[in-house]
């Protein structure tokens, strides 16, 4: 006769500031979650309630208070190595049928309660911790750039992005212009404003790692009322820059357990085949190449064609969307990750994904998707 454990502990993950382990208690499989900051616990509880009602979420057992933070015991739904999240549907050679299925009924949830809850709100009610608050006075914002100059490439562009409204840039053979500083102070200034926004019932930060396959919603800190552009803005840019690119590079822990992860990056990352500077026309010449694997594409066109063009039709309609979204779009290039911090080939990309986003021709539904491959125009 087989002994069943009364307690097994499985490997302890961490993700940002907190901590994830599995459990298993008496053959029930449960997964506690470790966060040391207050407030951020209490969002977490009030925001599994508020999803809870509209979404598929796994069952929050207990939450207690503890030395140095406070644990929170949630049901664990089903996973394994290269299993039970969106990830792993996007970590494969080309789209299933899976994936396809998974889309559909991820947008498809997401645009009935977006219309069902969807209403004009003043920005103080609105979830305010991937934007508002990295764009305030003490903010990301502040912490990565205030004060601080840096090379757009060492080795490749020598020049501070201080001055990089003195050069005209010419990415892929088109021209564009960015004022690093007046583009700061636009982003603040944009998203400091009173003005009310389009905001409805989402969780906020929507990953592919805080989506469970079969469908569910992990991750609760953001979930409540969230600007509508801004859950756009998330997943567009983290399906086809941060997931599949800019994570497994940056912080590879997140994805211990989904090791497929680093095997797609070289069909997720950007190569620049040209980096030079003109001096005598002040231009800087980028030449690069954008890669998105196809399970990623696939992703990305079903989002826009099943649920960015359909709430747009609604709630914004005749509306210039390229516009509505750029600001959001914006701070997440800006605000994920110090662009400082990262390679220069990399912050190069980046600058020039930035450019792009600021054009007056940014288009997002090829911005999102690769121009070898592009999605159908909105």
Same mark, same amino acid.
């Given at each position: 006769?087989?002994? $069943? @454990?009364? /307690? $097994?502990?499985?490997?302890?993950?961490?993700?940002?500031?907190?901590?994830?382990?599995?459990?298993?208690?008496?053959?029930?499989?449960?997964?506690?979650?470790?966060?040391?900051? =207050?407030?951020?616990?209490?969002?977490? %509880?009030?925001?599994?309630?508020?999803?809870?009602?509209?979404?598929?979420? &796994?069952?929050?057992?207990?939450?207690?208070?503890?030395?140095?933070?406070?644990?929170?015991?949630?049901?664990?739904?089903?996973?394994?190595?290269?299993?039970?999240?969106?990830?792993?549907?996007?970590n494969t050679g080309e789209p299933?049928?899976?994936? !396809?299925?998974?889309?559909?009924?991820?947008?498809?949830?997401?645009?009935?309660?977006?219309?069902?809850?969807?209403?004009?709100?003043?920005?103080?009610?609105?979830?305010?911790?991937?934007? +508002?608050?990295?764009?305030?006075?003490?903010?990301?914002?502040?912490?990565?750039?205030?004060?601080?100059?840096?090379?757009?490439?060492?080795?490749? *562009?020598?020049?501070?992005?201080?001055?990089?409204?003195?050069?005209?840039?010419? %990415?892929?053979?088109?021209? !564009?212009?960015?004022?690093?500083?007046?583009?700061?102070?636009? /982003?603040?200034?944009?998203?400091?404003?009173?003005?009310?926004?389009?905001?409805?019932?989402?969780?906020?930060?929507?990953?592919?790692?805080?989506?469970?396959? =079969?469908?569910?919603?992990?991750?609760?800190?953001?979930?409540?009322?969230?600007?509508?552009?801004?859950?756009?803005?998330?997943?567009?840019?983290? #399906?086809?820059?941060?997931? +599949?690119?800019?994570?497994?590079?940056?912080?590879?822990?997140?994805?211990?357990?989904?090791?497929?992860?680093?095997?797609?990056?070289?069909?997720?990352?950007?190569?620049?085949?040209?980096?030079?500077?003109?001096?005598?026309?002040?231009?800087?010449? %980028?030449?690069?190449? &954008?890669?998105?694997?196809? =399970?990623?594409?696939?992703?990305?066109?079903?989002?826009?064609?099943?649920?960015?063009?359909?709430?747009?039709?609604?709630?914004?309609? +005749?509306?210039?969307?390229?516009?509505?979204?750029? =600001?959001?779009?914006?701070?997440?290039?800006?605000? *994920?990750?110090?662009? #400082?911090?990262?390679?220069?080939?990399? $912050?190069?990309v980046l600058l020039a994904r930035?450019?792009?986003?600021?054009? @007056?021709?940014?288009?997002?539904?090829?911005?999102?998707? @690769?121009?070898?491959?592009?999605? @159908?125009?909105?």
């Open positions: 006769m087989t002994v $069943r @454990p009364l /307690l $097994r502990v499985g490997p302890v993950r961490r993700f940002t500031r907190n901590l994830l382990c599995p459990v298993d208690l008496l053959g029930r499989p449960l997964l506690l979650k470790y966060t040391r900051d =207050p407030a951020e616990a209490r969002q977490e %509880i009030r925001g599994h309630a508020r999803l809870a009602r509209h979404y598929r979420v &796994p069952a929050l057992h207990t939450h207690l208070r503890v030395p140095g933070g406070h644990l929170l015991t949630y049901e664990r739904l089903p996973c394994g190595t290269d299993q039970g999240l969106l990830l792993d549907l996007l299933s049928s899976a994936l !396809h299925d998974y889309m559909d009924k991820l947008t498809t949830t997401y645009r009935d309660v977006i219309l069902t809850t969807a209403r004009p709100t003043d920005p103080t009610h609105v979830i305010q911790k991937l934007y +508002g608050d990295r764009s305030a006075p003490g903010g990301r914002l502040d912490t990565y750039y205030a004060g601080r100059d840096f090379l757009v490439a060492d080795g490749l *562009v020598d020049i501070p992005v201080s001055r990089l409204g003195t050069y005209t840039l010419n %990415i892929n053979g088109r021209r !564009h212009h960015v004022d690093w500083a007046a583009t700061l102070r636009w /982003l603040r200034a944009h998203l400091a404003s009173t003005e009310p926004v389009w905001a409805a019932l989402t969780q906020g930060d929507p990953t592919d790692v805080n989506l469970a396959h =079969p469908l569910a919603w992990f991750d609760y800190d953001t979930a409540g009322m969230n600007s509508i552009l801004g859950e756009f803005a998330n997943f567009l840019w983290y #399906a086809s820059a941060l997931g +599949g690119w800019l994570v497994p590079t940056y912080n590879p822990a997140a994805f211990a357990d989904h090791p497929a992860t680093f095997n797609r990056v070289p069909a997720n990352s950007p190569e620049i085949r040209r980096a030079d500077v003109d001096h005598a026309t002040s231009t800087i010449h %980028i030449d690069y190449a &954008p890669r998105l694997s196809a =399970p990623r594409r696939a992703a990305v066109t079903a989002y826009w064609d099943r649920l960015v063009r359909p709430v747009a039709e609604r709630l914004w309609p +005749g509306a210039d969307l390229p516009n509505l979204l750029r =600001p959001y779009l914006a701070m997440r290039v800006l605000g *994920v990750y110090n662009l #400082a911090d990262l390679a220069p080939k990399v $912050r190069l930035l450019a792009e986003a600021m054009s @007056p021709a940014f288009d997002p539904a090829t911005y999102f998707c @690769p121009l070898e491959s592009p999605c @159908p125009a909105p």
